[in-house]
């Protein structure tokens, strides 16, 4: 069964200070797609990014950051600089190749404060 | 491009009502998926429909139930209502199988 560990509940920082949020996932298919999505006070969950299980380049998108690394089952965030308006929920996803890629498991999530 | 849209945004109902939440897809997206997101639980799968068909379901009782129409656009219907179910229904969809998810804005449902 396809698993999405978040041991992280709640982070605090302060605004400038770089985050990373840990991802950890158990899945025993080959075929994978792991997934951030933000979720803000408004409550609409914002896709970030999707990354397949034989790609495991890591990506920057500007202040974003990726690190996924198969060996350890990890697919890691990074907020570099943080600023007040990357506060909310983060939430890391996996979805299985053979279960059907419309069932998306979904970690606890992890709420990020970044205070001024 | 017009994002996912779901109706109403927010809903309050008596136990043993029942409830139809109602979400219309990015346009040209087909699948539609159905989460129920509570403090306790999550963010839970409740179902996945492709091209008017259920391809997935979650582990939800028999009261909650949906469909999909011809233009993509997807109902879930939650009967016999009971004080857990009230949460945050977020409503998914996707342009292709394994790509990214977008989401709606939810629609609040409170059991009195």
């Known amino acids: 069964a396809q698993k999405v560990t978040q041991a992280q509940t709640e982070i605090s920082v302060v605004e400038k200070e770089d985050v990373t949020l840990d991802c950890v996932y158990e899945t025993r298919d080959t075929t994978y797609y792991l997934f951030w999505y933000k979720q803000p006070p408004s409550g609409e969950l914002v896709f970030l990014i999707r990354r397949n299980s034989f790609d495991e380049q890591n990506e920057i998108s500007g202040r974003y950051s990726w690190n996924f690394q198969k060996s350890t089952s990890s697919f890691n965030f990074t907020i570099t600089a943080s600023q007040v308006v990357d506060s909310a929920v983060y939430f890391c996803?996996?979805?299985?190749?053979?279960?059907?890629?419309?069932?998306?498991?979904f970690g606890d999530g992890t709420t990020l404060t970044v205070k001024p | 491009k017009a994002g996912v849209t779901q109706t109403p945004r927010y809903l309050i109902k008596t136990r043993g009502q029942q409830v139809t939440l109602s979400c219309s897809p990015i346009?040209?997206?087909?699948?539609v998926s159905w989460y129920q997101q509570t403090p306790g639980q999550g963010l839970q799968f409740l179902f996945e429909?492709?091209?008017?068909?259920?391809?997935n379901k979650g582990n939800f009782p028999g009261r909650f139930s949906g469909r999909q129409f011809s233009n993509s656009r997807s109902e879930m219907n939650v009967s016999t209502l009971e004080l857990g179910d009230s949460a945050l229904y977020l409503c998914?969809?996707?342009?292709?199988?394994?790509?990214?998810?977008?989401f709606g804005p939810g629609t609040r449902l409170t059991v009195l």
């Open positions: 429909y492709f091209s008017e068909t259920q391809r």
């Open positions: 998914a969809s996707r342009l292709a199988e394994y790509n990214e998810q977008f």
């Open positions: 996803a996996l979805s299985e190749e053979r279960t059907n890629a419309g069932k998306s498991t």
């Open positions: 346009s040209g997206h087909r699948s």
